[in-house]
């Protein structure tokens, strides 16, 4: 045996099945019902023409997203790997490309956005209570920190805590959603923007709230039962989600109107004080927190697998393959990921506004492999064209080549209005460029 080949090491066991259909979807809800949702509809309702159009294109973003969910339902089904779209990449692409997106996810796409989480995180809980200009930073480092540990601990025990979170998030959004309700309509309506023919705008930040339903690939190996279920529960988990963010805006526009939500910085919050008072801001920000919390949870529950996996083909990152078969988790990787996303929380402290700087940071690099992942699934077809697929995506090509579009576009718009931020996570990805060139005659083919 080639003395860098791991698969029969007992230091690289293989994840169990322990995850179960509640599991699944509960990481799928989770990940995607974040603090977006608190902070786009206000944006959304400026570009809309009408409460019509501000409906509908949240539908669109539900359906579009149900689409990307159905070509990673065949891709999952098909290859379930712990590896997610680096293993699917990888098939198609050959293992250079696919050790480009695991240094992306490393060092940008997952790292970035649990900071950026965490952030949100800190955010809001100094809002509640601060001890100085460092408060955030240092919330947003306790929250990394917080899930790293917890999912370090077991696969149990991270997907255990994302079941409760995702609860108390979705029970957080119904009390908005009632307290909008409840209110009676506004006494003096705010004159409505003027908006039309800005569609794309709506769909930029509408599918950024929408964003994390892929991350479910990331589990598909760990997943009991038939594998068709997977399918399935995407689209169950983006129907939940579409339904609840139909809702919230519903419910918004019953307290606020449109030109009322259009010129609210802070929606929710100024629905829940209306409802509750003074109290209602500590309320908004902790359901924000918690919302933030759950996704930060579930993306690194999954991101670490990513890095696993890349360490189970390029000898060089071995130690990242390790997976802790007695706590069914890949402990080294999670390790790894934490202390980069704590690097990135330590430079978002530095910036004017670390939100904005870990979105730009992400958001291109981020399109740019969901794209090719989308790319993937035709190839792949074409290439392995009798492969079992328990799961097809339906009106194939139409459906993926869609999908392609969408990601095509999304990524245009996250290079055109992003900023500095961006040409930084463009240049960690070339970074990897230099890893490969170091480390390019180490690695395998993945397997066929």
């Not at 792949?380 to 799961?391: G, I, N, Q, S, V």
Request: hydrophobic letters at 55%; a positive charge; one cysteine or more.
């Amino acid at each position: 045996m080639n003395r860098h080949d791991t698969r029969l090491s007992p230091r690289f066991a293989l994840p169990q099945a322990t995850l179960g259909p509640g599991d699944l979807l509960a990481l799928v809800v989770g990940i995607v019902v974040g603090a977006g949702i608190f902070r786009t509809p206000s944006v959304v309702a400026g570009a809309a023409g009408s409460e019509a159009a501000l409906l509908l294109v949240w539908v669109a973003g539900g359906l579009i997203s149900m689409i990307g969910a159905l070509c990673y339902a065949e891709l999952a089904s098909a290859w379930p790997n712990m590896g997610g779209d680096y293993h699917f990449l990888g098939r198609a692409f050959g293992r250079r490309l696919a050790f480009f997106y695991a240094w992306a996810r490393l060092a940008v796409i997952q790292t970035g956005s649990i900071a950026l989480l965490a952030y949100i995180v800190g955010d809001y809980l100094a809002g509640i209570g601060g001890f100085g200009p460092a408060t955030s930073a240092v919330y947003a480092a306790l929250a990394v920190v917080g899930v790293t540990a917890l999912n370090w601990a077991g696969v149990r025990f991270g997907a255990g805590a994302q079941r409760w979170l995702t609860l108390a998030e979705v029970l957080g959004l119904a009390l908005v959603i009632v307290a909008g309700l409840a209110l009676a309509p506004p006494e003096s309506t705010v004159p409505p923007p003027e908006g039309g023919g800005t569609l794309g705008l709506m769909l930029v930040f509408v599918l950024l709230t929408y964003g994390g339903w892929s991350e479910a690939a990331y589990v598909s190996a760990e997943v009991r039962g038939d594998r068709r279920r997977i399918g399935r529960i995407m689209i169950i988990g983006l129907g939940i989600v579409t339904v609840l963010y139909l809702l919230v805006n519903i419910a918004f526009l019953k307290a606020l109107g449109l030109g009322g939500m259009a010129a609210s910085d802070a929606v929710a919050a100024e629905v829940m004080r209306r409802a509750f008072g003074g109290s209602g801001a500590v309320i908004v920000s902790l359901l924000i927190a918690v919302a933030a919390l759950t996704s930060a949870n579930a993306t690194a529950i999954t991101g670490a697998r990513t890095s696993c996996a890349l360490g189970r083909e390029f000898p060089a990152f071995r130690w990242l393959g390790r997976w802790e078969a007695a706590r069914d988790t890949p402990g080294n990787a999670l390790l790894a990921q934490g202390a980069t996303a704590l690097l990135l929380v330590f430079a978002g402290a530095f910036a004017r506004d670390g939100f904005t700087l870990v979105v730009e940071y992400t958001a291109p690099v981020f399109w740019f492999f969901l794209l090719l992942t989308g790319l993937a699934l035709f190839v792949l077809r074409a290439r392995e064209p009798d492969a079992p697929r328990p799961f097809r995506v339906p009106l194939y090509p139409l459906t993926p080549a869609l999908f392609c579009l969408t990601c095509l576009y999304m990524l245009w718009s996250s290079v055109t209005y992003t900023g500095w931020g961006a040409l930084a996570g463009i240049a960690v990805l070339a970074a990897g460029g230099v890893l490969l060139l170091v480390f390019r005659g180490a690695g395998k083919e993945p397997d066929r």
